[in-house]
Nanobody
């Protein structure tokens, strides 16, 4: 079992920044891939970013590439999502997820591959 708790969401103006954190517990943190997804009102959940267990592989959705950065601190069992140059269309509930079965230096962008999910944190960007 893996437990994930997101934090860091909030309300910011367009162009601003936020850093989301996801603290995990349970299974050995360094042994799984972690991803961030988001879901806006009335829309399906979409992939945002993912990082492999070793942090050697990172992948981003085109919509956030160059603005968001995913990182992980295995000593703190925490994954981060630094979000810069935020836009109103980034408004969504952001979820952290753990994929405990994918290979060591691989990531997945499909939510169906992720085994555990956090409760989500709301991010609202005002124009």
């Amino acid at each position: 079992q893996v437990q994930l708790v997101e934090s860091g969401g909030g309300l910011v103006q367009a162009g601003g920044s936020l850093r989301l954190s996801c603290e995990t517990s349970g299974r050995t943190f360094s042994s799984y891939c972690l991803g961030w997804f988001r879901q806006a009102p009335g829309k399906e959940r979409e992939f945002v970013a993912a990082i492999s267990w070793s942090a050697s592989v990172k992948y981003y959705a085109d919509s956030v590439k160059g603005r968001f950065t995913i990182s992980r601190d295995n000593a703190k069992n925490t994954v981060y999502l630094q979000m810069n140059s935020l836009k109103p269309e980034d408004t969504a509930v952001y979820y952290c997820a753990a994929d405990v079965t994918t290979g060591l230096n691989s990531v997945n962008i499909k939510d169906s591959f992720y085994d555990y999910w956090g409760q989500g944190t709301q991010v609202t960007i005002s124009s």
